[in-house]
């Protein structure tokens, strides 16, 4: 608490990796306030945490942190915000001493220097040395605070300066809507200028308590005796009391031991214990009310993203919308016990983290987990091991190729072994055809006059689609293709199912050896939003990557949209790639887009490789 009021400030990692953590956090908070260090140099992560306060239409501050560090450069900073988003951006405190020499900030509204944590017992007056300088400044601060307020830029205009009242006022009132942004710095080290934040926060930034909460076309009023909706935004496993579930209340009263509805799930939930968290600990609550962030335990079958109301009320609170995973790697438990281990670990580590997803991908045969980036698979598998006591090991994501066919051929496939005793026979004649991407499979009969029976067909069926799994040339899965069985021989003793079966993969093989078969690789829709002096870079790489350039697009101020479709198979390391190239400013996304026929080079290297593991398997035998 401060001067009297509560406030919930919510600590997120900074880092792109971690990017679900903060589109969570913005759900549910008011304002956002970025910290970064004093260098010309943006650290990784700040504007990608400006965007996101934007997409959610979060009021923003900036607290410039560190600026004892020996290299420190406030001024580079400003001109770096400055440039980047121009008359938002305002400075509202000026740095007193550089480097090793800061002890305070000057605070441009009281005109006033604030030294040391208890900033109560040391107020100094500004310096003669900074006396010009904090006066430039302040009228500029004027002139911002007056923007947002007809009656104010009226007064400012016609030669009256603002009261620090007015100008509070002025501020808060921009810093609400979004045209200001209030720059403020210390060092979080030493204490210098953290008491100056919290003022700031409590006088500038928007209270839960002050105006409705706009979620879609949902607007709450925060009233304690309104209809209950407490939202869920994140969720955890803890060891020693079980599952936590971080709750929101935007309307109503959460009150202990009462029973709530989880309109998501239909189902009744009883509140058992409430917490306030702090930082690591908690402190036992009986009742939560409206714009008040708690922590529920031992909740039954609630989930990040539902909403707790009541069955009166039924208010629903759309679920948070996060990004796609943009990289993956192959898992596998490192031992048996790690195998029985593993999936209920990862289901609580799914539940956690709404940005990871794990899938076993049947096509090459490997357990994924897919993720933000490196750094954060990395940290998931460190938890599975730390938290979970599950080992993986990892590997690299395999492509999904495919083979198919370009052309049309028949073939026969006899299946004869006489060995004593009832014998085997099956005979069919299949044709082979390509079909459109992205067709799958289909099998046609058009047998006449009973040279296969009835009964056999299904047989010769399923001898094709097992011959599919198999691949042609290089052993991956057969697809987009129509095979006929239109004529074929039987046996009235010899012939069985099994033989048909036989029969069917035969002439499936041969008759895709003679329609030109080719191999397909997956192709995917790319959107990279970089800065305009990466844009060469970029599409140079993208180029590389066999893409195909589909356009760029202005995103917002010195942003490009790169669009492009590019392989899969060179994909797999983008997120890290991309992040070199930017520096970390740029972002992707990427959606499935089609297959597309593999080079011819690189489907020699893939044939090469499969036939070289197919003897390698052999010798081992």
Not at 173 to 184: C, F, H, K
Not at 327 to 354: C, M, N, Q, V
Not at 384 to 394: A, D, I, M
Not at 498 to 518: N, V
């Amino acid at each position: 608490e401060w001067n009297g009021h509560k406030i919930n400030l919510i600590d997120v990692p900074g880092y792109p990796d971690f990017i679900g953590d903060l589109h969570a956090i913005a759900r549910v908070v008011e304002a956002m306030i970025i910290v970064c260090e004093a260098k010309a140099d943006l650290d990784v992560g700040f504007e990608l945490a400006w965007e996101v306060a934007e997409q959610h239409g979060l009021s923003k501050c900036v607290f410039v942190n560190k600026l004892e560090r020996d290299n420190s450069d406030f001024d580079g900073l400003m001109r770096t915000l400055k440039g980047l988003y121009g008359t938002k951006v305002v400075q509202v405190q000026l740095p007193i001493g550089h480097q090793a020499a800061f002890s305070g900030v000057l605070d441009l509204l009281s005109m006033k220097v604030y030294k040391g944590k208890d900033r109560g017992e040391q107020i100094e007056d500004v310096p003669s040395g900074h006396v010009s300088e904090a006066e430039d400044l302040r009228v500029q601060m004027m002139e911002s605070a007056a923007e947002g307020d007809d009656d104010l830029m009226m007064k400012y205009l016609d030669g009256g300066a603002l009261t620090d009242e007015e100008i509070e006022h002025g501020l808060m009132v921009g810093t609400e809507s979004g045209r200001v942004v209030p720059i403020l710095l210390g060092s979080a080290h030493s204490g210098i200028g953290v008491a100056t934040l919290l003022d700031r926060i409590v006088g500038e930034l928007p209270s839960p308590c002050e105006q409705p909460k706009t979620l879609g076309e949902l607007k709450l009023k925060a009233e304690p005796a309104g209809p209950l909706a407490a939202f869920v935004f994140k969720s955890t496993a803890d060891p020693y009391v079980g599952k936590i579930n971080y709750v929101r209340v935007y309307s109503g009263t959460l009150r202990a031991d009462a029973h709530v509805l989880n309109i998501n799930r239909e189902q009744e939930e009883r509140l058992h214990n409430i917490y306030f968290p702090h930082g690591k600990g908690q402190e036992a609550a009986t009742e939560v009310g409206a714009g008040d962030i708690c922590a529920l335990a031992k909740l039954q079958d609630t989930h990040t993203g539902d909403t707790l109301t009541t069955a009166k009320d039924k208010v629903m609170i759309p679920a948070i919308e996060f990004p796609e995973p943009i990289y993956r790697i192959a898992i596998r438990p490192a031992t048996k016990s790690d195998e029985d281990k593993l999936g209920p670990a990862l289901t609580k580590l799914l539940e956690e983290d709404p940005t990871l997803r794990y899938v076993r991908d049947a096509t090459i045969h490997q357990e994924i987990l897919e993720g933000m980036g490196d750094i954060h698979l990395d940290a998931a598998i460190e938890k599975l091991k730390s938290r979970f006591g599950v080992t993986v090991e990892t590997a690299e994501a395999k492509v999904p190729f495919k083979e198919t066919v370009k052309g049309s051929a028949k073939a026969q496939g006899r299946h004869k072994r006489q060995t004593g005793g009832r014998g085997q026979f099956g005979d069919c004649w299949l044709e082979l055809e390509p079909l459109e991407r992205g067709s799958g499979f289909q099998f046609d009969n058009k047998v006449v006059g009973g040279s296969i029976p009835k009964n056999y067909i299904p047989a010769v069926e399923k001898g094709v689609r097992e011959a599919l799994e198999g691949g042609l040339r290089a052993g991956f899965q057969v697809v987009d293709v129509r095979a006929t069985v239109y004529d074929g021989s039987y046996h009235e003793v010899d012939s069985s199912e099994m033989a048909f079966k036989i029969a069917g993969a035969l002439a499936f093989r041969a008759a895709a050896e003679k329609a030109d078969p080719t191999i397909l690789e997956p192709i995917v829709n790319v959107e990279v939003d970089v800065p305009d002096d990466c844009v060469g870079d970029v599409v140079g790489d993208l180029n590389g990557r066999r893409g195909r350039l589909a356009g760029m697009d202005p995103v917002a101020p010195g942003k490009t949209r790169v669009r492009a479709q590019v392989p899969v198979a060179t994909m797999t390391r983008y997120a890290l790639d991309l992040r070199s190239i930017t520096k970390g400013r740029g972002r992707f996304v990427q959606r499935f887009s089609h297959y597309d026929e593999l080079p011819f080079p690189e489907q020699q290297t893939l044939i090469k490789e499969f036939e070289q593991r197919k003897a390698a398997e052999a010798t081992d035998h």
